[in-house]
Structures are given as structure tokens and as C-alpha cells.
């Protein structure tokens, strides 16, 4: 049963996931990803996340896809209980999902019922498609990137930080631009798309 929860901001959403989670998540696993992150300016975000797991009692198991072996990255999400993907450029992290095969066995894990906890990039990296972002994200970011198809893991798309600074006239744009052509869930940074098998809902303020 696919179960995800797809945020703008992680730590602002943080104290949903223990009753998302529907168990103790106290000394679980956690596969942390940054990748999308490592070539921003501002990331902040990755450390809040972390922080914020830490808290709650995870186990955190960071995976950098840009280092990592393929080995690494197959053992860590298949032992880890749950899979976050932070904030970032969500081309460079499809581009590093496709390129270490990372993208075909989170989606394995995500199909066989693991957690997935996506923040801004790793929310949108799970829709059909991420050309939408283009308003959102620089595109030149991943010249290696010949596709703009992503996981589609689900059949919406989530647009993040909608009315929140710096990205408030962006997310508009993306909505001006695309709300008569595809399916877009506006989210703030106080709410999160909780998606549990066909059951999709925006909880937060």
C-alpha cells in the first residue's frame, strides 16, 4: 500500500508524520537523501529535517546519491524502515535518481508499502512529471537530463510553498500556467498531502 507524506517544509509539518506513521517510529531507520540540496545556496532545510527526525527518535542513515555506490544505495533504502528526499533543485535530483538507479527501487518501495517522506523536491519528484517545476527550479541544473518524466508514483502534482517567501510568484505562475491542464495540490508550508494507497488529503493550516 503506497504511503507517502509530501510536504513543503519537513520541520514545520514534523509532528503529523508520528500519527501518519500509525506505530512507534521511536529507533527506526530512516534513508536520508540531500541530494537535491548539495547545489543550492540556501539549505538550511536539509539540517532542520535532520534535526527534526533526530527528535522524534530516528535513526538517521544519510544516502548522497552524487557519492554513493551502487551497492550503498540499493542496501540503505531496501534495510532502511523509511525514505526522505529533501528540498533542492528537483532536476539535479531526478537527473542523480536516474543516473544511480535509485529512482526504480525507491519506486519498488514505495509500491511494497514503505514510508516515503518527500520535502519540496522530493514531494514534487514523485508526480508524473516535473516539467511544471521549470517556474519553481532552473532546469539547467541537470544538462544530462533528457526527460522530464519522474517517479509517478502518483497521478497529481504537488506545488509547493504556495504564499510563502521566496516562491510565492513562482508557485503562482506554475498554477497561472498549469491548473487547466494537469492536477496541481497547492500545499503551504504549514500542510502536507498525506497519500495512503488511493487516499489522498491536505492536512495543516
Same mark, same amino acid.
Not at 95 to 124: P, Q, V
Not at 132 to 159: H, R
Given at each position: 500500500?503506497?504511503?507517502?507524506?509530501? /510536504?513543503?517544509?519537513?520541520?514545520?509539518?514534523?509532528?503529523?508524520?508520528?500519527?501518519?506513521?500509525?506505530?512507534?517510529?521511536?529507533?527506526? @531507520?530512516? @534513508?536520508? #537523501?540531500? &541530494?537535491?540540496?548539495?547545489?543550492?545556496? $540556501?539549505?538550511?532545510?536539509?539540517?532542520?529535517?535532520?534535526?527534526?527526525?533526530?527528535?522524534?527518535?530516528? $535513526?538517521?542513515?544519510?544516502?548522497?546519491?552524487?557519492?554513493?555506490?551502487?551497492?550503498?544505495?540499493? +542496501?540503505?533504502? %531496501?534495510? +532502511?524502515?523509511?525514505?526522505?528526499?529533501?528540498?533542492?533543485? &528537483?532536476?539535479?535530483?531526478?537527473?542523480?535518481?536516474?543516473?544511480?538507479?535509485?529512482? %526504480?527501487?525507491?519506486?519498488?518501495?514505495?509500491? /511494497?508499502?514503505?514510508?516515503?517522506?518527500?520535502? /519540496?523536491?522530493?514531494?514534487?519528484?514523485?508526480?508524473? *512529471?516535473?516539467?511544471? $517545476?521549470?517556474?519553481?527550479?532552473?532546469?539547467?541544473?541537470?544538462?544530462?537530463?533528457?526527460?522530464?518524466?519522474?517517479?509517478? #508514483?502518483?497521478?497529481?502534482?504537488? $506545488?509547493?510553498?504556495? @504564499?510563502?517567501?521566496?516562491?510565492?510568484?513562482?508557485?503562482?505562475?506554475?498554477?497561472?500556467?498549469?491548473? /487547466?491542464?494537469?492536477?496541481?495540490?497547492?500545499?503551504? *508550508?504549514?500542510?502536507?498531502?498525506?497519500?495512503?494507497?488511493? +487516499?489522498?488529503?491536505?492536512?495543516?493550516?
Amino acid at each position: 500500500m503506497r504511503k507517502l507524506f509530501l /510536504s513543503s517544509s519537513f520541520k514545520d509539518v514534523a509532528s503529523l508524520l508520528i500519527d501518519f506513521a500509525k506505530e512507534d517510529i521511536k529507533g527506526k @531507520t530512516i @534513508t536520508f #537523501i540531500p &541530494t537535491a540540496s548539495i547545489n543550492e545556496k $540556501v539549505k538550511f532545510y536539509v539540517g532542520s529535517a535532520r534535526k527534526a527526525f533526530e527528535k522524534m527518535g530516528l $535513526v538517521v542513515d544519510e544516502l548522497e546519491l552524487t557519492k554513493a555506490t551502487i551497492k550503498d544505495i540499493l +542496501n540503505k533504502l %531496501k534495510k +532502511n524502515d523509511y525514505i526522505y528526499v529533501s528540498g533542492g533543485n &528537483t532536476f539535479f535530483l531526478l537527473e542523480e535518481l536516474k543516473r544511480t538507479g535509485a529512482d %526504480k527501487i525507491i519506486i519498488d518501495e514505495i509500491n /511494497s508499502g514503505k514510508l516515503y517522506i518527500g520535502e /519540496s523536491a522530493g514531494a514534487m519528484i514523485v508526480s508524473p *512529471n516535473i516539467e511544471y $517545476v521549470k517556474d519553481m527550479d532552473d532546469c539547467k541544473m541537470a544538462s544530462g537530463l533528457n526527460t522530464f518524466e519522474a517517479l509517478n #508514483i502518483i497521478d497529481f502534482y504537488p $506545488v509547493p510553498h504556495h @504564499t510563502n517567501f521566496p516562491f510565492a510568484k513562482a508557485v503562482e505562475k506554475i498554477i497561472a500556467k498549469y491548473e /487547466s491542464k494537469i492536477n496541481l495540490y497547492p500545499i503551504n *508550508n504549514s500542510q502536507v498531502i498525506l497519500v495512503e494507497k488511493d +487516499n489522498i488529503r491536505v492536512v495543516g493550516k
